[in-house]
């Protein structure tokens, strides 16, 4: 297990359409977050669960978007009815509250582009 | 809420100087400040974090300073190299001191000339 893993790295989806994510965090961590980042900006936070709780939810979040962590391990992220504003990267990070590091530590990402 | 505030935007420096990067934040509860670097195409990176009992700390070429007073802290990188070259964000906790939050600032991108 060398990092975050997110799939796909890249999804090209008509509007309307639903879309999910999936983050594989690293296997010790036991949070796992989602930012979204769009071009020229700092990653804006959506939500966090602390192993399969989803503990923090951002304002922003439209209902159309639905995070979920089963069982403490990997994390999907969906998008229902998607709408151009929603093209932006999507980052997973997860981090170990029980390390002295709370550092988060980022995926890849997956870029979502709807046209 | 906190609110994070990064300067400057761009910064392009020689080879072999020194670059700084400051942020300043809202929340006096805020007590850890992460800086992160950006590669093109990947995710941010972890390089450096402060929390607020210190005043100062160094890892080789980087480091973090924090004015808890001011509510500012700043990332120096001295002999820049040209792999520096990337986007650089700091970030503070969303709310009053929790980790389950971070709001970022909105990112420098350091360009180091060979």
């Known amino acids: 297990d060398t990092g975050v893993s997110q799939n796909p790295r890249h999804k090209i989806t008509k509007r309307g359409q639903n879309v999910t994510f999936r983050c594989d965090p690293i296997?010790?961590?036991?949070?796992l977050y989602w930012y979204r980042q769009t071009l020229g900006q700092g990653p804006e936070f959506l939500t966090y669960?602390?192993?399969?709780?989803?503990?923090?939810k951002s304002r922003l979040l439209s209902d159309r978007f639905s995070a979920e962590r089963p069982k403490g391990s990997f994390s999907t992220l969906e998008i229902q009815r998607t709408e151009q504003g929603d093209s932006a990267m999507y980052l997973c990070?997860?981090?170990?509250?029980?390390?002295?590091?709370?550092?988060?530590?980022f995926g890849s990402g997956t870029r979502l582009t709807v046209v | 809420g906190e609110n994070v505030e990064q300067h400057p935007s761009t910064l392009s420096v020689q080879e072999g100087d020194s670059a700084v990067i400051k942020c300043t934040y809202s929340?006096?509860?805020?007590?850890?400040f992460p800086w992160y670097k950006q590669e093109l195409g990947k995710g941010p990176q972890l390089i450096i974090d402060?929390?607020?009992?210190?005043g100062e700390k160094k890892d080789q070429r980087i480091a973090v300073t924090l004015n808890k007073t001011a509510k500012h802290f700043s990332l120096h990188i001295t002999e820049t190299q040209p792999e520096d070259s990337a986007v650089y964000f700091c970030?503070?906790?969303?709310?009053?001191?929790?980790?389950?939050?971070?709001?970022f600032g909105k990112g420098t991108k350091l360009s180091v000339k060979p």
């Open positions: 990070a997860s981090s170990s509250r029980g390390s002295l590091n709370y550092g988060y530590t």
């Open positions: 296997s010790e961590h036991n949070r």
């Open positions: 669960f602390q192993n399969e709780a989803q503990l923090e």
């Open positions: 929340d006096s509860a805020s007590n850890y």
């Open positions: 402060i929390r607020s009992n210190v």
């Open positions: 970030a503070a906790p969303g709310y009053g001191g929790s980790q389950g939050n971070l709001i």
